[in-house]
């Protein structure tokens, strides 16, 4: 177990994030501590609602010992980073940078959180970008770092995904091409964006192209309606 030099207790890191069941947060707080397993640091996973108040969250942080703090969404852990008594790491997410940063209350807990972090962590070029146009004055390009997210997948060798879905939804096409999107339904994400362009280029340019969604509906039930709605004709 990997230890702090200074008091040779072992080191252990909370993971700071939304949890939402079935949510790309999840999958990623999950894999974060899966590395640091990797390195013989403990992790602990919390979602900010987890702590009812900071009392709560420093008693935690002191139970424990935490050394350092990796938080998913600046907006949705700020109110426990501000004045934060452990380092810590932001890593955005996009509705910090295309939501909440609209949003002068929320600009402005993400400002202090932002300033305070040791690090900033952005999945793409154009994130980075977007942050550090945000907070030109207060961030440098040495405290942002792109980190992009990858999987690795092992395709099965006895299930057809084209074949499956001939049979699921009766195409009638040879030789389909199948594109999926993984994401929630939800306005955030707005899939509909994309189900609208890819039905016309379907339509007018490549009738073998087919898209499959795949991920939950998520909050609001006037979307998803309106979603089925367009999707099921």
């Keep these: 177990m990997a230890s702090d030099p200074e008091t040779n207790a072992p080191l252990a890191v909370l993971i700071l994030s939304p949890l939402r069941s079935l949510s790309g947060n999840l999958v990623t707080a999950e894999r974060i501590r899966k590395?640091?397993?990797?390195?013989?640091?403990?992790?602990?996973?919390?979602?900010?609602?987890?702590?009812?108040?900071?009392?709560?969250?420093?008693?935690?942080?002191?139970?424990?010992?935490?050394?350092?703090?990796l938080a998913v969404h600046a907006y949705h852990c700020g109110?426990?980073?501000?004045?934060?008594?452990?380092?810590?790491?932001?890593?955005?997410?996009?509705?910090?940078?295309?939501?909440?940063?609209?949003?002068?209350?929320?600009?402005?807990?993400?400002?202090?959180?932002?300033?305070?972090?040791?690090?900033?962590?952005?999945?793409?070029?154009?994130?980075?970008?977007?942050?550090?146009?945000?907070?030109?004055?207060?961030?440098?390009?040495?405290?942002?770092?792109?980190?992009?997210?990858?999987?690795?997948?092992?395709?099965?060798?006895?299930f057809s995904s084209s074949f499956h879905l001939k049979h699921l939804f009766s195409l009638d096409c040879e030789e389909p091409e199948i594109y999926t999107l993984a994401s929630a339904i939800r306005p955030v994400k707005d899939p509909l964006f994309l189900v609208q362009a890819f039905s016309g280029w379907h339509c007018a340019e490549n009738s073998k192209a087919y898209l499959v969604i795949v991920g939950p509906p998520l909050k609001d039930e006037a979307y998803y309606s309106s979603f089925q709605d367009i999707t099921l004709r």
């Excluded at 590395?35 to 139970?63: A, E, M, V």
């Design 35 to 69: 590395q640091l397993r990797g390195r013989r640091i403990f992790g602990f996973i919390k979602d900010p609602i987890d702590f009812q108040n900071l009392d709560d969250f420093y008693s935690f942080l002191d139970l424990y010992q935490v050394a350092a703090i």
């Design 79 to 158: 109110r426990l980073l501000q004045d934060c008594p452990v380092p810590y790491a932001v890593v955005f997410g996009g509705t910090d940078l295309n939501v909440n940063s609209r949003n002068a209350d929320h600009l402005m807990m993400m400002t202090d959180v932002v300033i305070n972090a040791s690090v900033l962590v952005a999945f793409t070029e154009s994130m980075a970008k977007h942050a550090l146009t945000l907070w030109a004055d207060d961030i440098s390009e040495e405290k942002m770092q792109i980190i992009s997210p990858g999987i690795g997948v092992m395709p099965s060798t006895s």
